[in-house]
């Protein structure tokens, strides 16, 4: 499974675009990219996933650069209640033999203050 | 509200002794994974269900072991519970096995926090 690598922590402030970028260099061609969103002592929640160009949600977009080596998940105007841990994941995908286990990093915590 | 339930909410318990995590997956849905959570080592997958049968084992110690029902609702049995077990437990579930093309979003219950003292 490929190896993500994003940043420990961010800050940012409400109303802010906030971007995390996720680096995971060894993606294979099948694997398609994942991000969920976790509040302390909450199970993680889904918020958005694509397999290239750019993916968009009514809460965040995904941008995948051709290469797919690396993607940012982009959270417009964020409010406090955005604070919270994020990972970036990679897999799932046809000849991953029939698994889709999620392998999560450390995640990046956003502190979005007032 | 995931859709996905998990009993009990807090489990106490001692070293030794052995308990039993129970997960009812969202309506329709026949995967079910489980995860474990600690401070020291962050979310691990543990073990995935699909429509009863075992289909992908992560990081799942001898001493725990899980199935699914035919109603589709899941356990993870913990034995010979140490200090160090003590951590969320957290159950998925998603429509799919992933076997077929693209991730499948995954549902995540609210977590059982297993306490062994």
């Known amino acids: 499974l490929a190896k993500t690598t994003q940043p420990i922590s961010m800050d940012s402030y409400e109303g802010q675009e906030v971007n995390i970028t996720c680096s995971h260099n060894?993606?294979?061609?099948?694997?398609?990219i994942t991000w969920y969103q976790q509040f302390p002592s909450q199970g993680p929640r889904f918020i958005i996933q694509?397999?290239?160009t750019k993916v968009t949600n009514e809460v965040a977009s995904l941008f995948i650069p051709a290469d797919r080596k690396s993607s940012t998940l982009s959270l417009p105007r964020v409010s406090l209640s955005d604070t919270a841990v994020y990972y970036c994941?990679?897999?799932?995908?046809?000849?991953?033999?029939?698994?889709?286990?999620?392998?999560f990093g450390a995640g990046t915590r956003l502190a979005v203050h007032p | 509200d995931s859709g996905v339930t998990q009993t009990p909410k807090h489990l106490i318990t001692a070293t030794g002794q052995r308990v039993t995590l129970r997960c009812s997956p969202r309506?329709?849905?026949?995967?079910v994974y489980w995860y474990q959570q600690s401070l020291d080592q962050g979310l691990q997958f543990l073990i995935q269900?699909?429509?009863?049968?075992?289909?992908a084992k992560g990081n799942i110690l001898e001493r725990f072991s899980a199935q699914q029902f035919p109603d589709l609702h899941s356990e993870l049995n913990l034995s010979s519970l140490e200090l160090g077990d003590s951590a969320l437990y957290f159950c998925?579930?998603?429509?799919?096995?992933?076997?077929?093309?693209?991730?499948?979003?995954?549902?995540f219950g609210p977590g059982t926090r297993l306490t062994v003292l």
């Open positions: 694509g397999y290239k």
């Open positions: 060894n993606i294979a061609t099948n694997d398609y």
């Open positions: 998925a579930s998603s429509v799919r096995d992933g076997g077929l093309a693209g991730a499948n979003e995954q549902f």
């Open positions: 309506s329709g849905d026949l995967s």
């Open positions: 269900y699909y429509n009863g049968e075992e289909r």
């Open positions: 994941l990679v897999g799932g995908t046809l000849f991953s033999g029939g698994y889709n286990k999620l392998i």
